[in-house]
């Protein structure tokens, strides 16, 4: 399973970004998808999940509001929306993936067990 992380760069405080997480070697079919994000000497944190069916959410509170995560099974990808952006948001943003038949969301690092390259979002104030 190889996921590629997509979409990142350079925004302004209040600007949108749309992150894609494209994926090949398995379908979306029976995974749980999920973001999470690292800032500068900080650890990995969860922004969002969804389960393969599409409707089974889950966001950090940080994020709440101003992200929205979606998947288009058609086309292997998982989305990252993100409005409002603040410069808290800059950081390395990461897609995973889990086999999740049951269409269980999961927000915890541990339990994902793919991993995309990870793309790089800077909000400047």
């Known amino acids: 399973v190889q996921l590629q992380a997509s979409g990142g760069g350079l925004v302004q405080a209040g600007g949108s970004l749309r992150l894609s997480c494209a994926a090949s070697?398995?379908?979306?079919?029976?995974?749980?998808m999920g973001w999470f994000r690292q800032g500068s000497g900080k650890e990995r944190e969860f922004v969002a999940s969804?389960?393969?069916?599409?409707?089974?959410?889950s966001y950090a509170d940080s994020v709440k509001g101003r992200f929205t995560i979606s998947t288009d099974n058609a086309k292997n990808t998982v989305y990252l929306q993100m409005n409002s952006l603040k410069p808290g948001d800059t950081a390395v943003y990461y897609c995973a993936a889990k086999p999740s038949p049951s269409g269980r969301v999961y927000v915890k690092r541990n339990q994902f067990d793919y991993w995309g390259q990870g793309t790089l979002v800077t909000v400047s104030s």
């Open positions: 070697g398995h379908t979306f079919t029976r995974y749980a």
């Open positions: 969804v389960n393969w069916i599409g409707d089974s959410t």
